[in-house]
């Protein structure tokens, strides 16, 4: 059993920056991939960023990539994202999560356990 609990989701400005946080109550905190996804209201589940077994592999929506960075703290049993440039369609509320799978996947049905979410509000 996954625990996954996120934090630091907040309101922020158009252009602004917040970090986000995903600890995970795992003893194979290091084994699968954790990713980040976003769902705003009315709208699907979408994918926005995965980070590997090294922080080396990592994947990211084509919307966030060059603004958002995906990392974690295997010390401290936390996956973070570094949203900069943030922009009104990145409203949502941000959810982590763990796949089994060893490769790296952007799908959210491949993914198992799940945080609680987190909402993100950026005002123009």
């Known amino acids: 059993q996954v625990q996954l609990v996120e934090s630091g989701g907040g309101l922020v400005q158009a252009g602004g920056s917040l970090r986000l946080s995903c600890e995970v109550s795992?003893?194979?905190?290091?084994?699968?991939?954790l990713a980040w996804f976003r769902q705003a209201p009315g709208k699907e589940r979408d994918f926005v960023a995965v980070?590997?077994?090294?922080?080396?592999?990592?994947l990211y929506a084509d919307s966030v990539k060059g603004r958002f960075t995906i990392s974690k703290d295997v010390a401290k049993n936390t996956v973070y994202l570094h949203m900069t440039n943030l922009k009104t369609e990145d409203t949502a509320v941000y959810s982590c999560?763990?796949?089994?799978?060893?490769?790296?996947?952007?799908?959210?049905?491949?993914?198992?356990?799940w945080g609680q979410g987190t909402q993100v509000t950026v005002s123009s």
């Open positions: 999560a763990r796949t089994r799978r060893t490769l790296l996947t952007t799908r959210p049905e491949l993914y198992d356990s």
């Open positions: 795992s003893r194979t905190f290091n084994s699968y991939p």
């Open positions: 980070i590997g077994r090294t922080r080396d592999s990592t």
